[in-house]
């Protein structure tokens, strides 16, 4: 997700200020489909490794309780940040909507970071 989530920061989010009027409500509308797709598993996987390594950890129940808090930020980000972003896209590009979504995703680029660094140090 960490690798994802730089792509989604650097490269996709800002993109949305480069589709045009006439044909951003269907662009919107298809990025919402296609990037379910994509993150919809990886993330599931996510959730569920994240109660797993609390229950049974590898070591200290330390860093997958940390691992899962910031998790659940990321998750918070997702729902009242990123997600009513994206409705407002559907409706039409809105310069100011997408400046707030590219601003309010570094809460989830930095938490997917944290958390693989977490995870490289239960694996260390």
Request: net charge positive; hydrophobic share 50%; charged share 15%.
């Amino acid at each position: 997700m960490a690798g994802l989530i730089w792509f989604v920061q650097i490269v996709h989010y800002p993109l949305f200020h480069k589709v045009s009027a006439d044909t951003s409500v269907a662009y919107a509308d298809e990025h919402q489909t296609r990037t379910a797709w994509v993150v919809g598993l990886p993330m599931l996987i996510e959730g569920i490794t994240t109660v797993w390594l609390f229950f049974d950890p590898v070591g200290s129940r330390v860093l997958p309780l940390i691992g899962g808090l910031v998790l659940a930020k990321v998750h918070l980000s997702t729902i009242f940040l990123q997600v009513p972003r994206h409705g407002e896209l559907t409706r039409g590009y809105n310069r100011e909507t997408v400046s707030k979504l590219v601003t309010s995703n570094w809460v989830r680029t930095i938490g997917w970071s944290v958390r693989a660094g977490i995870a490289v140090a239960i694996v260390a």
